[in-house]
């Protein structure tokens, strides 16, 4: 079993940033891929970004390449992502997810936090 818990979400203005970070106390962390996903109220959950299990391969959304880093420390047990130049359509709820398949599918995901709101002001 691998509990996730995201932080660091919160209200930002359109141009700024936010670091996002999901951790676990599972011993198993390292063994996983990791994902994030937003979600708007009454839409499916869109792929944001993920990483293989040492961070050497890495998968990005169009809407947020070049924004978005997505970023592993298996000695801490956490993964994070780096959000820059936050636009509006950003805003949603996002969710971390670990998998055993590196992939942009939330249905290749084992488990999910409970999530973490992102809210940009324009």
């Known amino acids: 079993q691998v509990h996730l818990v995201e932080s660091g979400g919160g209200m930002v203005q359109a141009g700024g940033s936010l670091r996002l970070s999901c951790t676990t106390s599972?011993?198993?962390?390292?063994?996983?891929?990791m994902g994030w996903f937003r979600q708007a109220p009454g839409k499916g959950r869109e792929f944001v970004a993920a990483?293989?299990?040492?961070?050497?391969?890495?998968y990005y959304a169009d809407s947020v390449k070049g924004r978005f880093t997505i970023s592993r420390d298996n000695s801490k047990n956490t993964v994070y992502l780096q959000m820059n130049s936050l636009k509006p359509e950003d805003t949603d709820a996002y969710y971390c997810?670990?998998?055993?398949?590196?992939?942009?599918?939330?249905?290749?995901?084992?488990?999910w936090g409970q999530g973490t709101r992102v809210t940009v002001s324009s």
């Open positions: 599972a011993r198993t962390f390292r063994e996983y891929a």
């Open positions: 990483l293989n299990y040492n961070g050497a391969t890495t």
């Open positions: 997810a670990a998998g055993r398949l590196t992939s942009r599918a939330p249905h290749d995901y084992t488990y």
